[in-house]
């Protein structure tokens, strides 16, 4: 759509700026622009060169690579809605994970999920997760109070999301990210209000996804051992409970745990406030970059503790749902290597 004059380089290039630039959000700061730097060094000072940078690189008219319609978008499930196609894929992996034969305890899944638009749009990106916890076969279950409960096949289960936005977000989307001169680099000039929260369930958040015709990533499902699945609980409660709001740029807030956005709602689970990357709270790290640069923290930080009990390779494990309007659209915005396609 908006980018179908972009090579397939570019296109493949696109969203992997995700990992190279979570990995390394400073230094991939300051030298994602190498020409710029050559041009403006010898004009001026070192300071006021980073500042140049600073102000074409948090610009919103800087567009993330899209992609163009690659081979490998699926469309046979194209009139499945994406919530399905989605809950599809979660149930056939994590089928796959506990085999055939009897299930003698619970066993933990997560699943990180993105979206985000052509432009990488911080205004209708996010990044949120699943947690699920799938019962013994012999034990008889004691469901948790505002999870997702259900049965499948012979498993029952229960479910919940951590999905941290406005309260009022699927009425009034118009999210405030930054506002006010210079506020994306000062974050004490941003007049963004702090508003309330609260945590969406899956089915409100890929609704919003698919409203924006967004690009959906998911990650996973992996598995996880109780610890984690109690401190994904934990921070569900913490938010759930009213004590905490939300504000898109939390630079100034979430120390006192006064206000997050989704980013940190589902980063650092065993240490409530974490930073993320450069400025705290992250160079552009919102929709893809933002989820990969969580889940760099929990397959390093984390992992370390053997709280994830599987090998995660966040570029290969992200799997991508596209917005279609019809099964014959070219020039779709793809930013993944594997994709479905949906319309609704």
């Known amino acids: 759509m908006h980018h179908m004059n972009k090579t397939k380089e570019n296109a493949r290039s696109g969203a992997w700026l995700t990992s190279d630039l979570t990995n390394k959000a400073g230094e991939e700061f300051l030298r994602c622009r190498p020409g710029l730097q050559r041009k403006t060094s010898w004009r001026f000072t070192p300071l006021a060169s980073w500042v140049a ?4 690189l948090f610009s919103p008219s800087l567009p993330v690579h899209g992609g163009w319609l690659k081979p490998d978008v699926d469309f046979s499930n194209y ?26 305890k619970d066993r933990y899944f997560i699943i990180p999920f993105a979206y985000q638009d052509s432009r990488l749009s911080p205004k209708i990106s996010h990044s949120f997760i699943t947690v699920i916890r799938v019962f013994a076969d012999d034990k008889q279950p004691l469901l948790t109070p505002g999870f997702k409960h259900g049965k499948y096949k012979s ?15 699927d009425t009034n989307p118009d999210l405030c990210v930054f506002d006010g001169f210079g506020s994306r680099i000062i974050p004490s000039l941003n007049q963004c209000p702090i508003v309330s929260g ?41 938010l759930d409970g009213g004590t905490i709001r939300y504000r898109a740029d939390d630079r100034l807030d979430r120390k006192d745990r006064v206000a997050i956005n989704c980013f940190h709602a589902m980063a650092g689970l065993e240490e409530l406030y974490p930073n993320g990357g450069f400025l705290g709270t992250g160079f552009r790290m919102w929709g893809i970059n933002g989820t990969a640069r969580v889940l760099i923290e929990y397959s390093k930080a984390v992992r370390d503790r053997g709280m994830i009990l599987e090998p995660v390779d966040i570029k290969k ?26 319309r609704w």
């Not at 994406?82 to 992996?93: C, E, G, H, P, T």
């Not at 089915?203 to 990533?217: H, I, P």
């Open 53 to 56: 940078a600073c102000v074409l």
């Open 198 to 238: 609260r945590n969406f369930t899956l089915a409100e958040t890929l609704k919003l996804g698919a409203r924006f015709k967004n690009a959906v990533g998911m990650w996973g499902p992996y598995e996880i051992q109780k610890v984690a699945f109690d401190l994904g609980v934990k921070r569900k409660l913490l």
């Open 79 to 104: 009139d499945v809605p994406l919530y399905d196609q989605i809950v599809n894929r979660i149930k056939a992996k994590v089928s796959a994970r506990l085999g055939m034969g009897e299930n003698k």
């Open 317 to 342: 494990d992200l799997y991508g749902f596209v917005y279609a309007p019809d099964r014959n659209s070219r020039g779709l915005y793809n930013p993944f290597r594997n994709a479905s396609a949906y």
């Open 155 to 169: 498993w029952n289960f229960e479910a919940f999301n951590i999905s941290w936005m406005p309260h009022d977000f």
